[in-house]
């Protein structure tokens, strides 16, 4: 515990000045968010490119909208035959256990 000298306390006139600080800084905040001045609004510029771009995206559009012509060499997704799926994964394994094995096989043999 401090000790006090002559029975004199400091942390009332200590209260005070905080109490004073403070108070100042807040009035001080609140008179600048007050009297600053707001940014000025930007004014809209026309973008030089702006109609490039705009006759760009009609083009693709048309392109979206158009009927593709198909090669006929290409299958449909509703005219391709479904695979079998355990065909399918048997020839995956085939194809790692070959290649696995290639693998472990000593260089000249």
């Given at each position: ?29 609140a008179a600048w968010r007050k009297f600053r001045q707001p940014p ?49 994964r048997e020839a995956v394994h085939e194809r790692g256990r070959a ?11």
């Amino acid at each position: 515990m401090a000790r006090q000298e002559g029975r004199q306390c400091s942390i009332g006139p200590m209260r005070a000045r905080t109490a004073w600080v403070a108070g100042a800084a807040g009035a001080a905040i609140a008179a600048w968010r007050k009297f600053r001045q707001p940014p000025p609004e930007p004014v809209p510029v026309e973008d030089p490119r702006a109609e490039e771009l705009r006759q760009k995206l009609e083009e693709s559009r048309a392109v979206i909208d158009a009927p593709e012509e198909l090669d006929p060499a290409e299958t449909t997704v509703d005219e391709a035959e479904p695979v079998d799926v355990q065909d399918r994964r048997e020839a995956v394994h085939e194809r790692g256990r070959a290649a696995a094995d290639e693998m472990r096989r000593r260089p000249g043999q």
